[in-house]
């Protein structure tokens, strides 16, 4: 599967912005999802992730108040929904999917768990 990030952009504090990664090959369904970002200076980290059926989710402690994961297999995307952004959250922003159809409704937040990575897309929160 490919992945295609996009939706990044300039927001200012308290702003939203709604990503979605879009994913090209036979079928998205099978697959877990993941968001992660990295700042300028700093490792890449883990946002959220979401099951490939959809029916479990997770968030960092940083953005569970704020962000939601959600997807949509007949569309093959996922999406990130970023509300009440703060400066701290500037970054390029990656999604990544991991072929999960046999291993449960799992959700997966370690970057090695990930197969498949986007190429990012950038996300500026101005103060």
């Known amino acids: 599967v490919q992945l295609q990030a996009s939706g990044g952009g300039l927001v200012q504090a308290g702003g939203s912005l709604r990503l979605s990664c879009a994913a090209s090959?036979?079928?998205?369904?099978?697959?877990?999802v993941g968001w992660f970002r990295q700042a300028p200076g700093k490792e890449r980290e883990f946002v959220a992730a979401?099951?490939?059926?959809?029916?479990?989710?997770y968030a960092a402690d940083s953005v569970k108040s704020r962000f939601t994961i959600s997807r949509d297999n007949a569309k093959k995307t996922a999406h990130l929904q970023m509300n009440s952004l703060k400066p701290e959250d500037t970054a390029v922003y990656y999604c990544?999917?991991?072929?999960?159809?046999?291993?449960?409704?799992?959700?997966?937040?370690?970057?090695?768990?990930?197969?498949?990575w986007g190429q990012g897309t950038q996300v500026t929160v101005s103060s």
């Open positions: 979401i099951s490939w059926n959809g029916g479990r989710i």
């Open positions: 090959g036979r079928t998205f369904s099978g697959y877990a």
């Open positions: 990544t999917a991991k072929y999960a159809y046999y291993s449960g409704s799992y959700y997966y937040t370690s970057q090695s768990d990930y197969d498949y």
